[in-house]
């Protein structure tokens, strides 16, 4: 199948090198590239790894009539505050009949069920695993075999910045410190400030909840509160108790509705949630008949989160392209 791909950085040159690795297997093919930086380059035989852009496409409705393609690979940059413009990318590829597979949770986390809903009418599939835990199974896990459990709620350290930032200073280094070894590190968002704030855990926390409790919300309804206010002294001072510091996504069904908050909480060293260090994560699910069970991912890179994508192209090439509905 011939594939669009609208963003083309760290992920998707990743994503790129691995459709070219598992060509023989997996017959995908690159055929349009469109960047907001380098511009657009098309070629129905195949682009390769690094394409000649031209000039960028007037539209993102012609970079799809140029490229050809079945799928789209929607990988540009988060914006949390509303979900754009990837959102209209994936409402115009659904308007051309077009499958969609995303590493963007920001419109998994604003408006997941009109865009099932879109996928649907349009007959079409609709997947983002790489969307909260960097191609770990999360909702693939659920979509294939936990038929008849519920979500009640989770738990999950999910950001990694934040992760490194508190080692750093546990270590004796500053907080400018921490964010410069995150940014090293290449993990940070395009605006760090999106990490530190509380907003990519946000995302994170509302992608999940809609996904899997139904819950219609958006990062601006997760009560949030990120690390910036957190000095080395006072990190230290919790390191020294045997505790450390997580950011920590959480959900819960109340009688009153679904409950989500983001918080840097102090935990116990053999916490389950602080155990996964750096670029690691760990996600635990409550469920009605599953009791509390979890996914972690142990320090993926830009290669586990391609995969990801990779592995949406597979389930949408091959008849897995049903849209994801948990009620």
């Known amino acids: 199948m011939k594939l669009a791909l609208i963003g083309y950085g760290n992920v998707g040159r990743a994503l790129a090198r691995l459709v070219a690795a598992k060509r023989r297997e997996f017959p995908f093919t690159i055929t349009g590239i469109h960047t907001l930086r380098h511009g657009t380059a098309i070629d129905p035989g195949g682009l390769p790894l690094d394409p000649p852009f031209g000039p960028r496409a007037p539209t993102i409705e012609a970079f799809f009539e140029a490229a050809g393609a079945e799928i789209a690979v ?7 505050s509303t979900g754009e413009p990837a959102m209209a990318h994936i409402l115009a590829a659904f308007a051309r009949g077009m ?45 294939g075999c936990m038929p008849g459990v519920k979500v009640l709620g989770f738990a999950g350290s999910l950001n990694s910045t934040s992760k490194v930032a508190i080692e750093t200073m546990e270590r004796g280094g500053s907080f400018e410190d921490g964010l410069s070894a995150a940014r090293q590190m290449g993990i940070t968002e395009a605006d760090g400030a999106y990490d530190i704030e509380g907003w990519d855990s946000a995302a994170k926390t509302a992608a999940l909840a809609n996904v899997l409790m139904d819950a219609r919300t958006t990062p ?51 916490d389950i949630l602080a155990a996964a260090p750096g670029t690691s994560n760990v996600l635990l699910f409550h469920t009605d008949l599953m009791g509390t069970f979890g996914t972690v991912s142990i320090e993926p890179g830009v290669e586990q989160t391609a995969y990801g994508v990779f592995s949406d192209l597979v389930n949408l090439s091959g008849g897995g392209a049903k849209p994801y509905n948990r009620q």
């Open 74 to 80: 929607e990988l540009t940059t988060l914006n949390p």
């Open 99 to 143: 499958h969609v597979a995303t590493a963007n949770k920001g419109p998994i986390a604003h408006a997941y069920a009109a865009l099932r809903e879109e996928a649907a009418r349009a007959g079409v599939g609709f997947r983002f695993e790489s969307a909260v835990m960097d191609g770990a199974p999360v909702f693939n896990l659920w979509r």
């Open 220 to 270: 601006l309804a997760v009560g949030t509160r990120g690390i910036g206010r957190l000095t080395p002294e006072r990190v230290r001072e919790i390191a020294r108790q045997g505790k450390t510091v997580r950011l920590i996504s959480r959900a819960r069904m109340t009688a009153s509705g679904i409950a989500l908050r983001v918080r840097a909480e102090v935990l116990d060293r053999g």
